[in-house]
């Protein structure tokens, strides 16, 4: 109820900061994780090792945050889904420009978001 509370305030008093950022992906990112639990104890308890798909964190959320953010670029995807909700082991990657940037925790990918 909390974490939904600080989300609704900051989009309606449109003070979204970077710790409401951080609040959201942690909501979203404990919802995949338990999406995943989720699918395999289906997985376990059906001998079905191809089961995937009762997710309850909805992507509109995701979609909802990189509006909010004004993610063009959809590093908010790019971290969830392509790096796997994990930052880099060299703390750097590269934009679109080829230039490096630190990757190093959620406060880099706010900062990488909002530049």
Known sequence: ??????????????????????????????????????????????????????FMNDDRIVDLLKDIMNDKNDWIGYFLYERGRKFTKKNIISDNDGKNIPFRNMNDLYNLITR
């Open 1 to 54: 109820m909390e974490k939904e509370f600080i989300l609704s305030y900051g989009i309606i008093n449109n003070k979204f900061t970077k710790q409401h950022f951080i609040k959201a992906m942690e909501y979203i990112i404990s919802g995949i994780e338990r999406d995943e639990e989720f699918d395999l104890a289906i997985q376990k308890y059906t001998n079905d090792d191809n089961f995937s798909g009762f």
